[in-house]
């Protein structure tokens, strides 16, 4: 795994992915995205059938997480990605799982 997280440039996002995203490996792609950039957290379907996930990392590495989200798998097709800062403090992600559908 990457390390560039540094404590004073750690930032969290959630983020929600709306199009089609489910039923695709959208969720596994992210997770292997997420191992690749160093990006901590988790992603899960939502009832909804978009997909939530919390991202964890430099500002450098969630733009890129970011941007695979919203144009990275060539099977989603992405309609709208909504990201909202999650101000601190926040808990620290070791890891990046897949969680199940809320």
């Not at 950039?37 to 988790?42: C, I």
């Not at 733009?63 to 309609?79: F, I, K, R, T």
Request: glycine share 8%.
């Amino acid at each position: 795994m990457q390390t560039d997280i540094n404590e004073g440039m750690l930032e969290t996002r959630l983020v929600r992915v709306r199009g089609r995203v489910q039923g695709i490996g959208y969720r596994e792609a992210c997770v292997h995205r997420a191992h690749e950039l160093g990006v901590t957290g988790w992603v899960r379907n939502r009832m909804d059938e978009s997909i939530e996930a919390m991202l964890q990392g430099s500002p450098k590495q969630l733009a890129d997480m970011c941007a695979w989200l919203s144009e990275g798998m060539s099977a989603a097709l992405v309609e709208e990605l909504e990201v909202t800062e999650v101000q601190p403090p926040f808990a620290r992600f070791d890891s990046f799982e897949r969680l199940p559908t809320e």
